[in-house]
């Protein structure tokens, strides 16, 4: 009989006593014991099972656990004795910042100040020690929501102080999603003081502390060491292009492979392999998201599981309001291509405006994309990344999540528009297209000189949220060629029954073009001069069955006509 499913179960204890299905994860506690690290920094992507690993490390190695065989009894790491005599014998602190996600500066800072007190208040039998002095005993007292941040600075580096001392051993620190601050500063504006409060709580805790023993962190993204690592001796880093703890994290196709056998879906490996294949670990392929898995396993249904856990609105934000070349290159990815750039692994949250390869490297750490070749460039760190959309699910993700941004503007009228182009009701279309411009064109660069090419960038926005619309009765392919030059989007319909569309984008230059009339025109007339509809005929489309419309637009006034889409 299957084991039951714990969606979301991120206790080991729990799943582990109650039976609930786990994949044996044990190695990392002894790749870790092993490395001999000080510190350890270990990044993944969001659901990739972090919080359940550490929770595994705090209960393998604290003392809290002491004589919990059943806990590990059956799993790799119990068949050595070495290990079996290493649990429970450390003191191990553990806590983290999952639920930092503040507005504020202040809001957070008060957020991190509970943590840290309810952090003390598991340790409340400190002060009953002999071992403690009085003084020592009323800094823990002190320790609460209302502290100074010079209290909380230091309060990770007295509590493993005062641990050393009470078991006679210095402690294990485990810090869970230590950048989840980190990136809610980024987003609502308030980097720079959390980022001062977070390199001060790093310093004491990971780097003057002579009462730690080891430490482990992990994150999402390797946020640079200028902005909270400034001064660490070289401690650890793992991202997702290292070798190291390849697979501690995510679950391996042999893995997923047994589990469906397991729930009798042994026939359906190559719908979930083409879902939720294509994480990249180091040297390791074919990783699969834990938390799409569990849920599909619990449903059998192949859908967006592990996108729908976050709001992504960083990733959101800094593609929508994006530069011309990152919209260019990643509508390519979404049409399937890939991408080559350098990539510094050290995110500077700084440069995730102005920097590509930052964006990039955000994505990479992210898990929206995954290295599909690594090329050394001969100097030392510098390596050319070959990058791809990780799989399906990742590409509805960010097909829905475009689509998102018009149905957000236009008040729920997206639907309208494509019933107004599935029917070629031309009036309709160009009453959604102006309610859009009107709402949505301050959110791009939409530039202002006649002869540039970012406002046509925003049509191609446009019609990657008709992609997730549409995808299901069309082929949609934009900038390929076709007859004497390259259409700007091509609908090619799957059935016999739809139309095929080409759609032409032109900004109005005044100098050639008395109104958007003519632009529009203009539009037309390259869609037919260029004989763009050459592919669809070449496939056996007639021509009455190929419609074309040209879009005209100056600043936010758009005009579009339909016209012929082939030469009879």
């Known amino acids: 009989m299957a084991r039951v499913i714990n969606t979301g179960g991120q206790d080991f204890e729990v799943i582990r006593t109650n039976d609930y299905f786990y994949i044996d994860k044990t190695s990392f506690i002894r790749e870790w014991w092993e490395a001999g690290d000080d510190v350890t920094l270990i ?76 952090l003390y208040e598991r340790y409340s039998f ?48 485990l810090l869970d999603e230590y950048d989840t601050p980190m990136q809610e500063a980024y987003i609502n504006g308030y980097w720079e003081e959390m980022s001062g409060f977070m390199r001060s709580l790093f310093n004491s805790t990971f780097k003057t502390n002579p009462y730690m023993y080891r430490a482990l962190m992990t994150g999402i993204t390797r946020v640079s060491k200028e902005s909270i690592f400034s001064d660490f001796n070289n401690p650890k880093v793992v991202t997702t292009t290292s070798d190291e703890y390849a697979q501690c994290f995510g679950f391996t196709e042999e893995e997923v492979f047994t589990a469906l056998e397991e729930y009798g879906f042994s026939d359906r490996k190559e719908e979930v392999k083409a879902w939720y294949d294509g994480f990249t670990f180091g040297d390791k392929t074919d990783i699969y998201n834990p938390w799409s898995i569990i849920n599909y396993l619990k449903t059998g249904k192949a859908q967006t599981y592990w996108a729908n856990t976050s709001t992504n609105s960083l990733v959101g934000r800094i593609i ?80 829905v999540m475009i689509q998102g941004w ?65 995808s299901s009765r069309y082929v949609i392919t934009s900038n390929r060629e076709s007859g004497f030059g390259r259409y700007d989007v091509m609908l090619e319909p799957k059935n016999g029954e739809d139309d095929a569309i080409l759609l032409e984008f032109k900004v109005r230059r005044p100098n050639r073009e008395n109104d958007l009339e003519e632009t529009a025109a203009a539009a037309l007339s390259q869609i037919e001069e260029k004989q763009y509809a050459k592919a669809l005929q070449a496939k056996g489309i007639p021509v009455d069955k190929i419609r074309s419309y040209g879009f005209a637009f100056e600043g936010k006034t758009v005009l579009i006509r339909q016209g012929r889409g082939a030469r009879p």
């Open 43 to 118: 990044t993944r992507p969001r659901r990739f099972g972090k919080t359940l690993n550490m929770s595994m490390m705090q209960q393998f190695f604290s003392l809290d656990y002491a004589g919990r065989s059943d806990l590990f009894e059956g799993l790799s790491i119990w068949q050595e004795e070495e290990y079996r005599n290493l649990q429970g014998t450390w003191p191990v602190i553990f806590l983290s910042f999952a639920d930092v996600k503040e507005t504020t500066f202040v809001q957070a800072k008060n957020t991190i100040f509970c943590i840290l007190e309810d």
């Open 126 to 173: 400190l002060l009953e020690s002999d071992q403690l002095s009085k003084k020592e005993k009323s800094q823990i007292e002190r320790i609460s929501s209302e502290m100074d941040e010079s209290r909380a600075k230091f309060s990770l580096k007295r509590l493993s102080g005062y641990l050393t001392r009470y078991y006679g051993k210095k402690a294990i620190i």
């Open 320 to 399: 929508q309001q994006g530069s011309e070349d990152l919209k260019k290159d990643f509508e390519r990815l979404l049409q399937g291509d890939v991408l080559e750039t350098e990539l510094n692994e050290q995110l500077v949250y700084g440069a995730l405006s102005g920097r590509m390869s930052a964006v990039w490297s955000l994505l990479l750490a992210s898990g929206y994309l995954k290295v599909v070749k690594q090329e050394f460039l001969g100097e030392v760190g510098r390596y050319r990344y070959t990058l791809a959309l990780t799989n399906r699910e990742v590409k509805q993700m960010f097909k």
């Open 406 to 470: 018009f149905r957000e503007e236009a008040e729920g009228s997206y639907n309208r528009f494509i019933t107004a182009l599935l029917t070629g009701d031309e009036e309709a279309m160009n009453g959604y297209m102006n309610q859009v411009t009107e709402q949505t064109f301050s959110y791009f660069d939409t530039g202002t000189k006649p002869s540039g090419s970012e406002p046509e960038r925003f049509y191609h926005g446009f019609v990657l949220g008709l992609i997730a619309e549409l």
